[in-house]
């Protein structure tokens, strides 16, 4: 069995999850994990599947892409298996007004503790920014974390939370 790593980019149109997910079905492909989202008129998927030759995917996937609308990329990766979380799970929410190097900061501020960033969503709404990320922080260091976050955010004028996160909506 191969696994690969799909992404799928492009400008948004109803049909594009169904139309991937159906070619990949034609292969006998199993989607494993996959995240899709739409941001400002621009969709973007990645998903991970299980079955075909990256080859025989491109080609299936190449009627989507051949009208230059969507660019599609197939690419094997190595199986990692099922790994465990290796730190306590967070929800990091930061909001605030609109500027440069907010994810940057406070992703940094996570990184230094040893934090990992296991999904991340960011949105700008007229003025309002908003990040929202699922963190994996070493066990027991939250508190020395939300100080940071916190002294971070306050140099960056904006608003943060860190809560436990709960693994049964995860």
Same mark, same amino acid.
């Given at each position: 069995?191969?696994? @690969?790593? $799909?992404?799928? $980019?492009?400008?948004?149109?109803?049909?594009?999850?169904?139309?991937?997910?159906?070619?990949? /079905?034609?292969?006998?492909?199993?989607?494993?994990?996959?995240?899709?989202?739409? =941001?400002?008129?621009?969709?973007?998927?990645? =998903?991970?599947?299980? %079955? +075909?030759?990256?080859?025989?995917?491109? &080609?299936?996937?190449?009627?989507? /892409?051949?009208? %230059?609308?969507?660019?599609?990329?197939?690419?094997?990766?190595? +199986?990692?298996?099922?790994? +465990? *979380?290796?730190?306590?799970?967070?929800? @990091?929410?930061?909001?605030?007004?609109?500027?440069? %190097? $907010?994810?940057? &900061?406070?992703?940094?501020?996570?990184?230094?503790? %040893?934090?990992?960033?296991?999904?991340?969503?960011?949105?700008?709404?007229?003025?309002?920014?908003?990040?929202?990320?699922?963190?994996?922080?070493?066990?027991?260091?939250?508190?020395?974390? &939300?100080?940071? =976050?916190?002294?971070?955010? *306050?140099? @960056?004028?904006?608003?943060?939370? =860190?809560?436990? *996160?709960?693994?049964?909506?995860?």
């Amino acid at each position: 069995m191969n696994e @690969l790593a $799909i992404t799928v $980019i492009g400008r948004d149109r109803p049909g594009i999850v169904a139309d991937v997910a159906e070619a990949l /079905a034609r292969l006998g492909a199993n989607l494993t994990d996959s995240t899709m989202t739409r =941001l400002r008129g621009h969709f973007a998927m990645t =998903l991970i599947c299980v %079955g +075909p030759a990256a080859a025989d995917v491109e &080609a299936e996937l190449a009627p989507l /892409a051949a009208d %230059g609308q969507l660019l599609a990329t197939v690419r094997a990766v190595t +199986p990692d298996g099922q790994t +465990p *979380a290796t730190g306590e799970p967070y929800v @990091l929410a930061v909001h605030g007004a609109d500027r440069m %190097g $907010i994810v940057a &900061a406070m992703t940094r501020v996570l990184a230094d503790a %040893g934090g990992n960033v296991t999904d991340l969503s960011t949105r700008l709404t007229g003025s309002l920014y908003v990040v929202v990320a699922e963190v994996e922080l070493p066990p027991g260091s939250s508190d020395e974390v &939300a100080g940071r =976050l916190a002294r971070t955010a *306050a140099e @960056l004028g904006v608003g943060v939370s =860190l809560r436990p *996160a709960d693994p049964d909506l995860l």
